[in-house]
């Protein structure tokens, strides 16, 4: 994603983890019905690292039935050119039509999960690659290498690696793509700063 917003203080950045962690709490006490009780469970027995459960708005992704409706074969890494709060309301306005399956945040790799891997997030702008990938945004900015810490490349790589061992997507430069890769794409992230060898290698070991 690479919508522009005012760049937030460091202290502001580092209060995002707590803040995000009040608001999934929130919602997970919110859900007290059978079904969703169910669904919690579900997520918790295959969630690694541990996610929370942020819902983006319905108007955002499409519904499927993957990997029988599409196989995964890619894990497309994004910079989100925003705040984690910032960004968490993009993908909750039904009128942005744009949402991730994940977003990692900086000050403490917080992960939150806002669509399902089984349907179809829009985030990689080509609806071949949107049908085929889980998409991955990182809290930060693409000229800003401050915001790419080590507990965002360690959350973000054990994650991709749990995609990866899901689905059969092989731990490479070939399937762990940045936005910028995407054919036809229009968006400069992660950008010169994302240390490629680095995460492949963590990718690798998680």
Known sequence: METHGRTPSRRTLLRSGAYLGAAAAGLTTAATTPARA??????????YPPTHWIPASTSNYRVSSRPTSYPIDFVVIHVT?????????????????????????SADGYIGQFVREKDVA??????????????????????KPEYFTDELYASSAALTAAVC?????PKTRAHIIGHSEVPNADHTDPGKYWDWDRYIDLVKAA
Do not use: L
């Not at 169910?38 to 969630?47: G, N, P, Q, S, T």
């Not at 050119?81 to 399956?101: C, G, L, N, R, Y």
């Not at 829009?122 to 000229?143: K, P, T």
């Not at 061992?165 to 997507?169: A, E, L, N, Q």
């Open 38 to 47: 169910e669904a919690r469970r579900d997520r918790a027995a295959v969630a």
């Open 81 to 105: 050119q925003e705040t984690f709060p910032d960004a968490m309301k993009i993908f909750q306005d039904p009128a942005k039509q744009v949402s991730a399956h994940y977003m990692v945040a």
């Open 122 to 143: 829009w985030h990689a702008g080509n609806r071949d690659y949107n049908n085929r990938s889980i998409g991955i945004e990182h809290e930060g900015w693409v000229d």
């Open 165 to 169: 061992d899901r689905y059969g997507v």
